[in-house]
Structure formats: structure tokens, C-alpha cells
T-cell receptor, first 113, second 115 residues
Framework: IAGITQAPTSQILAAGRRMTLRCTQD?????MYWYRQDLGLGLRLIHY???????GKGEVPDGYSVSRANTDDFPLTLASAVPSQTSVYFC????????????FGEGSRLTVL | KNQVEQSPQSLIILEGKNCTLQ??????????LRWYKQDTGRGPVSLTI?????NTKSNGRYTATLDADTKQSSLHITASQLSDSASYIC??????????????FGKGTHLIIQP
């Protein structure tokens, strides 16, 4: 593993189903983030975690939950998926030095039918 | 409200030509500004960071400028190549007292380089 790994790469999901997007990093960064990216809206923050054991809500948290049991893993859960959650989801971590560069995963494309 | 506006929304140029992408922001107080490149189907990757005291910075064929007085930044691409086809996202960091990411994202400029 090098950097940020997300899984699955893509998924088609029936509305009402539960889904967990996985995110793992090997850079030992404290801060991690989940964003969704929609055409015309750019990247929007869903949830964040500044360090293991803590989480916070971003701009669009409704319908999503996260946990941060350890430094490396930051899963995002959709308890009951709805079509408006169709999007591309990006996990990122932040390097504290040099102005806080974000390192992104390759994204998880989720389609809710 | 903190905002980052990018222009143009999309741009098509011929291979070998130069282009300039614009970013205007209202984030205050300002900490730094980054340009990210996002290839289709990939995550964004940082190209360059600009701090308050920096006016210009180059990274190969990419040159970023910052005018902190007018709150404007530009990304100039010289001698474009097909691999420059991507979305370019301007991200401004402000000093935040809370726990969120402190970032304001632009919606990006979609650049297409034609052979």
C-alpha cells in the first residue's frame, strides 16, 4: 500500500441498502477527510477526523456516518442509501507540514438506484 | 462567506499552446492557496502551494501566481501537452478555529488539450 487506498472502486447499490466505503492510509497522517464530488458542485466535505478517536461533521453530513478507531482507517457508511447519494467519493489525508497538503485516494464511484 | 471562483469553467486549446487559468477568492484570513490537478477518474494531486509572501512559483511547465491584495491567483501552463488534459482545482486554506478542514474549494476548470 502506498498513500491512500479506497474500496470499492465502483458500486451499484439499491436504494435502502447499507454501504460502507473503506479508506486506508499508510502515511501516519492524523487528519483524514471524506469528500463527495458532483458535476458542477466540486468537492464537498462530508465528515472529517483530526485524529484517531475523534470525528466531526462537514458541509454535507446527512445520511453518512464515519468512525476512526485507529490512525490508518476511516470508513464511511451510508446507513440507508438514497439516489441523491449517487456520487464519486474521495477519501483524503493531510500532511501537517508544508502547508497541509491533501493526499487523495482514487475515488469510489457509487450509483444508488 | 468564504468563496473560491474559478474561470473559465472549461477550456479547449491545441497542443503546444499556452493557457492561463484564474482563481479569485474571498477567504479571510488567508493561509495558503493550492492548485490541484485531477486527471479523469483519479484523485486530485497537488501541483503547487502559494503562501502570502509568494508572488510566483514554478513547477516545470506550470507557473502559479498570487496577488494577495486583489485575492487572485492564476495557473499558467506553457507549451501544453496532451497529458495536461485534466481538471484544475484551486483550494484556499484559511485560519480556522474549529476542527474542519479549513478549506474552500473552487469548482475547477476542465482543460482539454487537442492534438
Amino acid at each position: 500500500i502506498a498513500g491512500i487506498t479506497q474500496a470499492p472502486t465502483s458500486q451499484i447499490l439499491a436504494a435502502g441498502r447499507r454501504m460502507t466505503l473503506r479508506c486506508t492510509q499508510d502515511m501516519r497522517h492524523n487528519a483524514m477527510y471524506w469528500y463527495r464530488q458532483d458535476l458542477g458542485l466540486g468537492l464537498r466535505l462530508i465528515h472529517y477526523s483530526n485524529t484517531a478517536g475523534t470525528t466531526g461533521k462537514g458541509e454535507v453530513p446527512d445520511g453518512y456516518s464515519v468512525s476512526r478507531a485507529n490512525t490508518d482507517d476511516f470508513p464511511l457508511t451510508l446507513a440507508s442509501a438514497v439516489p441523491s447519494q449517487t456520487s464519486v467519493y474521495f477519501c483524503a489525508s493531510k500532511r501537517e507540514r508544508e502547508g497541509g497538503e491533501l493526499f487523495f485516494g482514487e475515488g469510489s464511484r457509487l450509483t444508488v438506484l | 462567506k468564504n468563496q473560491v471562483e474559478q474561470s473559465p469553467q472549461s477550456l479547449i486549446i491545441l497542443e503546444g499552446k499556452n493557457c492561463t487559468l484564474q482563481c479569485n477568492y474571498t477567504v479571510s484570513p488567508f493561509s495558503n492557496l493550492r492548485w490541484y490537478k485531477q486527471d479523469t477518474g483519479r484523485g486530485p494531486v497537488s501541483l503547487t502551494i502559494m503562501t502570502f509572501s509568494e508572488n510566483t512559483k514554478s513547477n516545470g511547465r506550470y507557473t502559479a501566481t498570487l496577488d494577495a491584495d486583489t485575492k487572485q491567483s492564476s495557473l499558467h501552463i506553457t507549451a501544453s501537452q496532451l497529458s495536461d488534459s485534466a481538471s484544475y482545482i484551486c483550494v484556499v486554506r484559511g485560519y480556522s478555529g474549529g476542527g474542519a478542514d479549513g478549506l474552500t474549494f473552487g469548482k475547477g476548470t476542465h482543460l482539454i488539450i487537442q492534438p
